[in-house]
């Protein structure tokens, strides 16, 4: 008869594995490239929470990125969340942190 300990640390041992790699599977997933998620004029009015005709505007202003082809207009969803983060206003204690860097930079030249 074997050693109900030796059996236990076996399948202890077997779990641990089976664990790791589950651990393992998400960081897998995150690691692989993702398909890059388009969208068309209505899908990024509601994206960006804007209405159509804002969003031609934008357009014709060049102050959106988008992309056309054969009349139609495609947005990056990773273009437009940088898009809005371009438009982030700083903090009071950014810019003071900000100038601090500068002024100290520029008294060392």
């Known amino acids: 008869m074997n050693n109900p300990f030796e059996t236990i640390d076996a399948k202890l041992s077997n779990i641990e594995r089976l664990l790791l790699e589950i651990k393992r599977l998400p960081n897998e997933k995150e690691n692989e490239p993702q398909a890059e998620e388009l969208l068309t004029v209505q899908g990024a009015a509601k994206f960006l929470s804007l209405s159509v005709p804002t969003i031609y505007g934008l357009i014709h202003k060049g102050e959106i990125p988008v992309m056309k082809r054969s009349k139609r207009c495609y947005f990056s969803k990773n273009e437009l969340i940088n898009y809005l983060k ?17 002024l100290a930079k520029n008294r060392k030249k």
Do not use: N, P
């Not at 371009?86 to 500068?102: M, N, P, S, W």
């Open 86 to 102: 371009q438009g982030r206003k700083k903090t009071v204690l950014e810019i003071a942190i900000e100038t601090d860097e500068f």
